[in-house]
Structure formats: C-alpha cells, structure tokens
C-alpha cells in the first residue's frame, strides 16, 4: 500500500496479557518510530529505528516495553503483562530522514 | 524538554473566520513541523518550515517561525468546518519529534 499501515487497530487485552502490535512503514523509508498518545494528550515519543538499528529507546516507559525492526521495514511493539496505565493509541510513523514523517492509522490498546 | 507547546488549548470559531495557533519551544532547532490530527485518525503532515525561514505558506495555511523568540504560529485563513481537529507543532533536533498537547479546533458551520 501507499501508507503505513497498522494493525491490529484495536486490541484488548486483560492485565497481565502480553500484546504485539505490528507497524508496516512506507516502503523505502529508512526511520521508523513509535508513539504513545493517551486520551487528549499529544503523541509522546517511545522509540526510533533507522534501518534495523534502534537507535533511540528513551521513550519506553518501562521494560515491559519492548520495540524490534529485525529486516530494516516492519516493526513490532511488544508490551508485556500489560497494564491499565498502558491504555492508549499507539501511532507508528515513518520517514526517509529528517524530514516529515507519515503516520499510521494507530492501534488502540484497551487494558481491562 | 524540546516539546512543543500549543496555545490555546482549544479555540472555537465560526467558518470563514482565521484561526491562528502557537506554538513555543526551547532549544535550539533545526526545523519546525505542523500536524493535524482528526478525531481517531493518525496525524497528517501540514507543512514543514526551516531554522533559516521566516514565513511559509500553503494554500489556506500560513505558518511563522522567529528563532529569537523560539515560537511559530500556524494561521488557517478563510476556516471550513473541515478544517476542525486537533493541531499539533513539532519542534524538531536530530530525528526527534516531540509533540505538545495540541490545540483543538472546531470550526462551526
């Protein structure tokens, strides 16, 4: 597709559940990264890959959180024993470099 | 923190009116982007503009940038009710976007 392209778009998971959440950037594009946005908040960053190399994990909030982009184009988020706080959308973007980034639809994560 | 900050937080216009936005940061950067985010949808690029510019437009939008003050505002002229969403700045180092909470828009029609 022409897009980045998410999925899946919603997900719920029972505290304690683990989740994966898949990215699939724009086809050439070297960065990637991922996002947090809680319920009327701004994306807060997580993560940034160039390539396969992450090169930026500063916005993990724990290490339940865990991000891999092992051939250099998909990209997965996992969350492990997930918790209530982690509700949110999450938004994966990517770009050729500094430059705009694209977003993706995001994958709203619902913790019970 | 880089983070953008957006002022106000939300405003209200009727359509046909301008809507002007802000956006304030603190460090040093090497561009400044703005987004718009409809209601459950991803974030789409509006317009990008460079340390070095002042001034930049794209069709309805008009965007400053004055490094001295470290702020930028985004101006929609002529507003539609299409334009309502949330919009966000992104003030930009490196590879590193930081979003502020944005200011949320809604034209009435």
């Known amino acids: 597709g022409a897009g980045v392209s998410q999925s899946p778009r919603y997900k719920v998971a029972k505290r304690g559940q683990d989740v994966a959440l898949r990215c699939d950037p724009i086809s050439g594009h070297v960065s990637l990264f991922w996002y947090q946005q809680a319920l009327g908040q701004g994306p807060e960053f997580l993560t940034y890959f160039q390539n396969e190399a992450q090169l930026d994990k500063s916005g993990l909030p724990s290490d339940r959180f865990f991000a891999e982009r092992p051939e250099g184009s998909v990209s997965t988020l996992k969350i492990q024993r997930t918790q209530q706080e982690d509700s949110a959308v999450y938004l994966c973007a990517s770009s050729l470099g500094a430059s705009e980034q694209f977003f993706g639809p995001g994958t709203r994560l619902t913790v019970l | 923190s880089q983070q953008g900050e957006e002022d106000p937080q939300a405003l209200s216009i009727q359509e046909g009116e301008n809507a002007t936005m802000n956006c304030s940061y603190k460090t040093s950067i090497n561009n400044l982007q703005w987004y718009r985010q409809n209601s459950g949808r991803g974030l789409v690029h509006l317009i990008l503009?460079?340390?070095?510019?002042r001034e930049k437009h794209s069709g309805r939008l008009r965007v400053t940038l004055d490094t001295s003050k470290k702020s930028s505002s985004l101006l929609i002229t002529a507003s539609r009710a299409a334009d309502t969403a949330s919009y966000f700045c992104?003030?930009?180092?490196?590879?590193?976007?930081?979003f502020g909470t944005g200011t949320s828009l809604t034209v009435i029609p």
């Open positions: 992104a003030p930009i180092t490196g590879n590193q976007f930081y």
């Open positions: 503009i460079r340390s070095n510019e």
